[in-house]
């Protein structure tokens, strides 16, 4: 599994922030959707520009106004955006546009009947896909969706694969045999209350995957 790129997602503690900082995840998400228990306030999302440059911070958006999106990256100076509702792919194209070398990144909650020709008018317009488990709450429920389903999906784009995933599912994961696997986003699973990660388990974690 040497190359999979790792997410950590949902941070919103200043102390939490630095202590998963420093275990060096490829991407660092935030997530500014208020009905979220999540949702990073102001004061805090000041600390993403301490971040070390090297970690792409990802700003996590649902079906927000696309201005205020654009004020976000530019506030934050991050480097990616995850979007988890109904956005277009002409909302992706414009936001793509407006920031040179943003990375795009649109979710879907997958679920038994997904259809992937969903994907088909956004394959252009993002830089990766991400498959989350299919619920009213956008994410973020600690629960897994059945990966067999991602044989249905034949597109060459690469995604990252969300939805509950915890140190028990690492001999799945790497078991995995799909070139277009780039990254694993996880959340809730590795939380001690919402928005306070175990810096702990992450590192074991990703330990855990490397061996």
């Known amino acids: 599994m040497s190359g999979l790129k790792l997410k950590v997602c949902g941070m919103k503690f200043a102390a939490n922030i630095a202590a998963v900082a ?15 228990p999540r949702f990073i306030n102001d004061v805090s999302a000041e600390l993403i520009k301490y971040i070390p440059s090297e970690i792409k911070t990802v700003g996590v958006f649902v079906n927000e106004d696309l201005e205020t999106v654009k ?5 934050h100076k991050l480097k990616a955006v995850q979007l988890h509702g ?3 792919p002409e909302y992706c194209q414009e936001l793509k546009d407006s920031f040179n070398g943003l990375e795009i ?21 993002v830089d990766y896909f991400l498959f989350d488990t ?6 973020g429920s600690g629960k897994t969706f059945d990966w067999k389903i991602l044989a249905n999906y034949k597109l060459d784009k690469p995604y990252f694969l969300s939805g509950g995933i915890d140190m028990e599912h690492v001999s799945e994961i790497v078991e995995i ?4 696997l780039y990254a694993l986003d996880i959340n809730s699973r590795f939380e001690t209350e919402p928005g306070f990660k175990d810096a702990g388990r992450i590192e074991a974690f990703v330990a855990k995957l490397e061996n």
Do not use: W
């Open 22 to 36: 420093a275990l060096q995840p490829d991407y660092l998400g935030f997530i500014f959707y208020d009905k979220s």
């Open 71 to 75: 004020q976000k990256v530019k506030l």
């Open 86 to 88: 109904a956005e277009t």
């Open 105 to 125: 990144i649109k979710a879907f909650g997958i679920y038994e009947d997904f259809d992937f020709n969903t994907l088909n008018t956004y394959v252009d317009q």
């Open 134 to 139: 299919k619920t009213k709450v956008h994410g």
């Open 177 to 180: 045999d799909d070139s277009r």
